[in-house]
T-cell receptor, first 108, second 113 residues
Framework: SQKIEQNSEALNIQEGKTATLTCNYT??????LQWYRQDPGRGPVFLLL?????KEKRKERLKVTFDTTLKQSLFHITASQPADSATYLC???????FGTGTRLQVFP | NAGVTQTPKFQVLKTGQSMTLQCAQD?????MSWYRQDPGMGLRLIHY???????DQGEVPNGYNVSRSTTEDFPLRLLSAAPSQTSVYFC????????????FGPGTRLTVT
């Protein structure tokens, strides 16, 4: 069956450092992959989309890579801030099959 | 634009009761969908619609019904609530042709006792 894996353990990093979150998938060949941010008690908010023919996508302090050979996407937040603390979800396919998300905590 | 709105925000039901979760969007999006989110399970697709009069099942459709009579509204019906349906429900919408970005509502937290 199709499976998406994100690190279920929280990622704790210091302010100013780069946070890197991982999304791995199996039994699937998505045409594109999306990353969403979710704050407690709120719905997910779209951040970035990367297509299978794109290796890298950037938006301000955010960078996403997509390696279809490794079946992996990496999500980077540079110069992280406490306001970046949230759960980050990756999603595949147009119906959006979601991973369980990784909680990021940025401390001062 | 209000975006995607959901009502109610919280609901408690007894086993066997029925109810409808409301979802509306004012962005003229063709595509609308319902997800449930449970701890450790992530978001799972229940039903989706690509336009008025067209609906289809997602990953976990059992126990839920949907209909789409207008572009704006996509209600989710629980016919006979069960404790296993205790969850947070999210409605989402997107433009079917120009963007894959989905806009989510604020969610409805449902508890079935």
């Amino acid at each position: 069956s199709q499976k998406i894996e994100q690190n279920s353990e929280a990622l704790n990093i210091q302010e100013g450092k780069t946070a890197t979150l991982t999304c791995n998938y199996t039994n699937y060949s998505p045409a594109y992959l999306q990353w969403y941010r979710q704050d407690p008690g709120r719905g997910p908010v779209f951040l970035l989309l990367i297509r299978e023919n794109e290796k890298e996508k950037r938006k301000e302090r955010l960078k996403v890579t997509f390696d279809t050979t490794l079946k992996q996407s990496l999500f980077h937040i540079t110069a992280s801030q406490p306001a970046d603390s949230a759960t980050y979800l990756c999603a595949l396919h147009d119906k959006l099959i979601f991973g369980t998300g990784t909680r990021l905590q940025v401390f001062p | 634009n209000a975006g995607v709105t959901q009502t109610p925000k919280f609901q408690v039901l007894k086993t066997g009761q029925s109810m409808t979760l409301q979802c509306a969007q004012d962005m003229n999006h063709e595509y609308m969908s319902w997800y449930r989110q449970d701890p450790g399970m992530g978001l799972r697709l229940i039903h989706y619609s690509v336009g008025a009069g067209i609906t289809d099942q997602g990953e976990v459709p059992n126990g839920y019904n949907v209909s789409r009579s207008t572009t704006e509204d996509f209600p989710l019906r629980l016919l006979s609530a069960a404790p296993s349906q205790t969850s947070v429900y999210f409605c989402a919408s997107r433009d079917l042709f120009s963007s894959y970005e989905q806009y989510f509502g604020p969610g409805t937290r449902l508890t079935v006792t």
